[in-house]
C-alpha cells in the first residue's frame, strides 16, 4: 500500500544512502526516470540485502491458484454458494479473484491506459504532481516509505485519496486519466458495497452489517506503474506486506508479479482477464476477529519490456474520522471466541503504520493483540 508519505530522513547528518535517496527523490522522475536515462545497474537504494536474496532461493512456486469467484450467480439464486465461497477464500487465501462483478472491461481498459498515459507523459507535466505533502489529496511519488525503508521498491506510484482533510476534487486529478479515474472510482465503489454484505452473510451477519458498521468507503486509491528492471533478482516491485484496510479490490493488468504467502510459499496470482483481485485488509481481521485473514503479499520486480500497472482501491472506512474506534464484532465474540484484538482507532493505525518501512503484517497487526 502506498497511501501516505514521510519526509524525514533517517538520519539528520545524512549517509551516503540518504544522498542518494534524496537524489533520487529530487529527480522527481521516479524510477521510470532512471529507465530512460539508461540505467543498467540499479542504484543501492533498490538492492535487497544479500540474506534476504538467498533466502529467496530457497523458497517456490506452487502450482496452486487464488480462488475465482464468479459473481454472475448473485443474478441465479446462486448467492448462498458465492457467499459459501467468499468465507472460505477469506478464511485462508485471504485473496480471490472475481469475475463478472459488473464493472465494464472498456473501464478497466481505459483504466490502465490513463496510469500508462499519465506516467508516460514529459515528465514536466508530471512534476507538478511529485509530492510526500499530506494535505495534498493527489500525490505522485516513489516509494511512500522511502527514507525510512531499508531497501526501496522499483514502482512509481500515483495515489488519490477521496476524502482527506477536504475532499477530492476532480480537477486536482492529472487531466490524462481524470474522467476515467472518477468513472471507476464510482464503478469500485458499487462493487465494493455488494463485497461487503457478501462478507457480513460469510461472518453470519446481516447484509448491512459491515457497511452499518461504517468499513465501506474508498479512502484511497493507488495507481502503480512498474517499469522494467534491468536487475530484477536483486530487488521488488512492492515489498512484502498486507494492506491497512478493511477490503482492497487491485486491478492488474495481463503483465503479472503480483504474489501472495499462501502456506509458506509465494504463489503468483495470475491475472485473468476481466478479473479483478479482491483481498481482505488488516481491520477486517481484526474486526472478524481473526475469522477472515489478511495475509502478506508482494510483487516481482517487472522483468518485461513493457512497464506493469495496477489500481489499488483500498476501502478504509471513515479514515479521517478519528474518533470512531472498531473491534472485534461483539456477535462474533463468545466465551469459547475471546476477543483477539482491542480496539483501535484507523488514524492511529495508520499513523504507526506510515511512521515506518512497509513489512510484513506482524507489524501492523501485533500491536494491537490483547
Ligand atoms: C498494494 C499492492 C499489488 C499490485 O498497492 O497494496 O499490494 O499488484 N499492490 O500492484
Ligand atoms: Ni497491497
Request: with cysteine; hydrophobic share 35%.
Amino acid at each position: 500500500m502506498v497511501l501516505s508519505d514521510d519526509t524525514k530522513t533517517s538520519s539528520e547528518n545524512g549517509s551516503e544512502i540518504d544522498r542518494e535517496r534524496k537524489a533520487f527523490d529530487d529527480t522527481k522522475a521516479g524510477v521510470k526516470g532512471l529507465v530512460d536515462a539508461g540505467v543498467v545497474n540499479i542504484p543501492r537504494t533498490f538492492i535487497r540485502p544479500p540474506g534476504e536474496i538467498a533466502e529467496e532461493l530457497t523458497t517456490h512456486q506452487g502450482k496452486l491458484q487464488v480462488p475465482v469467484i464468479d459473481l454472475d450467480g448473485i443474478r441465479y439464486n446462486k448467492l448462498e454458494d458465492i457467499v459459501d465461497q467468499v468465507r472460505a477464500a477469506s478464511e485462508t487465501w485471504g485473496f480471490f479473484q472475481v469475475i463478472n462483478h459488473g464493472i465494464p472491461l472498456h473501464l478497466m481498459e481505459e483504466m490502465i491506459e490513463g496510469v500508462h498515459k499519465f506516467n508516460e507523459q514529459d515528465v514536466e507535466v508530471k512534476k507538478p504532481f511529485y509530492t510526500r505533502e499530506p494535505t495534498r489529496n493527489v500525490r505522485f511519488n516513489s516509494n511512500f516509505d522511502l527514507y525510512h525503508s531499508r531497501t526501496a521498491s522499483w514502482r512509481d506510484t500515483l495515489a488519490i485519496f477521496t476524502s482527506g482533510t477536504k475532499s477530492l476534487e476532480p480537477n486536482e486529478l492529472p487531466k490524462v486519466c481524470r474522467d476515467t479515474i472518477m468513472e471507476y472510482i464510482k464503478e469500485v465503489s458499487k462493487l465494493g458495497e455488494t463485497l461487503f454484505e457478501i462478507l457480513s452473510m460469510a461472518l453470519g451477519l446481516k447484509p448491512e452489517y459491515l457497511k452499518d458498521m461504517g468499513c465501506f468507503n474508498i479512502y484511497g486509491v493507488a495507481c502503480n506503474y512498474y517499469p522494467h528492471c534491468p536487475q530484477p533478482e536483486l530487488t521488488l516491485g512492492a515489498k512484502r506486506h498486507s494492506d491497512p484496510s478493511f477490503l482492497t479490490i487491485l486491478l492488474q493488468d495481463q503483465i503479472g508479479g503480483l504474489q501472495v504467502f499462501y502456506e509458506n510459499q509465494w504463489t503468483d496470482v495470475n491475472p485473468i482477464s476481466g478479473g479483478l483481485v479482491v483481498n481482505i485488509g488488516d481491520f477486517l481481521q481484526v474486526i472478524s476477529n481473526d475469522k477472515l485473514k489478511s495475509v502478506d503479499h508482494r510483487v516481482a520486480a517487472n522483468v518485461h519490456a513493457t512497464s506493469r500497472v495496477s489500481v489499488a482501491c483500498f476501502f478504509t472506512g471513515h479514515a479521517t474520522e478519528t474518533q470512531k474506534p472498531f473491534g472485534p464484532i461483539k456477535e462474533l465474540i463468545s466465551e469459547e471466541n475471546r476477543p483477539v484484538y482491542r480496539e483501535f482507532l484507523v488514524g492511529e493505525y495508520f499513523s504507526k503504520y506510515f511512521s515506518k518501512e512497509l513489512e510484513g503484517k506482524s507489524a501492523g497487526l501485533k500491536q494491537f493483540e490483547i
